[in-house]
């Protein structure tokens, strides 16, 4: 039970991370990394004012990101551990998603309402735009983006409507290209993410994958 326990309140997600950005929409975002995979920086995709919560949950085929930041409903006694190691984290603040299969936090959850505009987290260049599938249906579109410093991976992001400028082999730069906006998904699936905000947990998912898998349709 101990292990287990979480408060379930909504903290502020950007925790101890400052920056003088404001804005919402438009111009770009502060450049701030909010995960790793391997090597490689993901850059927060939304702008901070915007965002609601960060999470991470299980999912297939995808390679494994290292969180950024303090777990928020991390387990009572691993947060004594860390509190007594002294290597509880700082900066940004992030959940453990529960549900999903495959890769433990292959999946990354960045909440903004929708509308919010979202950037791209790496400097690379498109390689797909195709159609997110939600219940059989096309909802938004998905982007995969290859990383200028890592050719053998993908970036995908999902759950956004497209940037009608954005095409196969744009060129993009992380925090500063805009690749779409969040959708309104909550009226098709309960979001595990709303268990930690104050909306319906509306948000983008970013994944990466190894590239001979995520370029194919």
Do not use: C
């Not at 309960?190 to 995520?214: C, F, M, P, R």
């Amino acid at each position: 039970m101990l292990s287990a326990w979480t408060s379930g309140r909504p903290v502020s997600p950007l925790g101890t991370i400052a920056t003088n950005e404001g804005a919402i929409n438009g111009g770009g975002t502060v450049p701030i990394v909010v995960a790793r995979a391997g090597a490689l920086p993901i850059k927060l995709p939304v702008a901070r004012a915007a965002v609601t919560a960060i999470g991470y949950h299980a999912v297939s085929g995808a390679i494994a990101l290292s969180p950024e930041g303090t777990q928020v409903n991390e387990g009572l006694l691993a947060r004594l551990f860390h509190s007594i190691s002294g290597s509880s984290g700082s900066g940004l603040n992030y959940y453990e998603l529960s549900g999903g299969t495959g890769t433990g936090n292959g999946a990354l959850d960045i909440g903004a309402a929708p509308g919010t505009d979202v950037y791209a987290p790496v400097d690379g260049k498109v390689v797909q735009v195709g159609p997110y599938v939600v219940n059989g249906r096309a909802r938004g579109v998905r982007v995969d983006i290859r990383p200028d410093t890592d050719a053998t991976v993908i970036v995908s992001m999902t759950r956004i409507a497209g940037d009608p400028t954005l095409k196969i082999g744009s060129t993009v730069q992380a925090s500063r290209t805009r690749v779409g906006s969040i959708i309104d998904l909550s009226k098709l699936e309960k979001q595990k993410l709303a268990q930690y905000t104050q909306d319906a947990g509306n948000h983008v998912t970013i994944e990466v994958h190894s590239a001979a898998i995520a370029i194919v349709p």
